[in-house]
């Protein structure tokens, strides 16, 4: 059985905190690279941040690198993106993604090949 299921989306104000959740099947995943991407009305879906299946080899987009920390629990089968410091331009759609790491070591990057449904992130001023 394969599945994503995203949590914690909601209406927040500028600056406040949120932590988003993605519960997955454990036989599929557990030794998946995991992700978060988000898309914002009008634009095309964008890479948010990923851990390696081990927790580690940890990536941000550059505009959330300081504010965003991603963490991945193993034995509850739970991704987890902390939001901090979220801005109007966080909004947007959440998805989480699972697949591989592609790329020579220390520059590799998600291939997402499966998706969540999404949880949607309102930032207001």
């Known amino acids: 059985q394969v599945r994503l299921e995203e949590s914690g989306g909601g209406l927040v104000r500028a600056g406040a905190s949120r932590r988003l959740s993605c519960e997955y099947s454990?036989?599929?995943?557990?030794?998946?690279?995991l992700g978060w991407y988000r898309q914002a009305p009008g634009k095309e879906r964008e890479f948010v941040s990923s851990?390696?299946?081990?927790?580690?080899?940890?990536k941000y987009a550059d505009s959330v690198k300081g504010r965003f920390i991603i963490s991945r629990d193993n034995a509850k089968n739970t991704l987890f993106l902390q939001m901090n410091g979220l801005k109007p331009e966080d909004t947007g759609v959440y998805y989480c993604?699972?697949?591989?790491?592609?790329?020579?070591?220390?520059?590799?990057?998600?291939?997402?090949?499966?998706w969540g449904q999404g949880t949607q992130v309102t930032v207001q001023v």
């Open positions: 993604a699972a697949g591989i790491y592609e790329g020579r070591a220390g520059s590799a990057s998600l291939r997402p090949m499966y």
């Open positions: 454990r036989r599929a995943f557990s030794n998946a690279a």
């Open positions: 851990v390696a299946a081990n927790g580690d080899d940890l």
